[in-house]
């Protein structure tokens, strides 16, 4: 009767740490590990050339503290790289315009 009983309350220890388990790798991989592929996956678009990819992660903790900086950056990057494309088109208007002037005075 006794060694039943402890065979018995070893195999719930057994179950329960099993369980205990399970629960702990679906909580880091839902709390951890899927944020953090969805930053890197941000991180893989931006650098493709994807300026306004924006990270869809509404948590409140570091991760979505990452998340909201990420895009934040992103917008800015793009405002960055539009104005770029401007002041380009600008300076090459102004070349192109200065020297159609020049070969005119020759």
Same mark, same amino acid.
């Given at each position: 009767?006794?060694?039943?009983?402890?065979?018995?309350?070893?195999?719930?220890?057994?179950?329960? /740490?099993?369980?205990?388990?399970?629960?702990?790798?679906?909580?880091?991989?839902f709390?951890? /590990?899927?944020?953090?592929?969805?930053?890197?996956?941000?991180?893989? !678009?931006?650098?493709?050339?994807?300026?306004?990819?924006?990270?869809?992660? &509404?948590s409140?903790d %570091?991760?979505?503290q990452m998340?909201?900086?990420?895009?934040?950056?992103?917008g800015?990057?793009?405002?960055a790289?539009? %104005?770029?494309? /401007? @002041? &380009?088109?600008?300076?090459?208007?102004?070349?192109?315009? /200065?020297?159609? !002037?020049?070969?005119i005075? @020759?």
């Open positions: 009767l006794v060694k039943a009983n402890i065979n018995d309350q070893f195999s719930n220890a057994i179950i329960i /740490t099993i369980l205990i388990s399970l629960f702990s790798i679906m909580l880091i991989y709390v951890i /590990t899927k944020p953090l592929s969805k930053i890197s996956k941000g991180i893989e !678009k931006i650098s493709h050339g994807v300026l306004d990819y924006q990270i869809d992660i &509404t409140k %570091e991760l979505g998340a909201l900086q990420f895009n934040s950056m992103s800015k990057l793009k405002n790289y539009e %104005e770029i494309q /401007t @002041w &380009t088109a600008t300076l090459n208007q102004r070349v192109n315009d /200065t020297n159609r !002037k020049a070969c005075t @020759w």
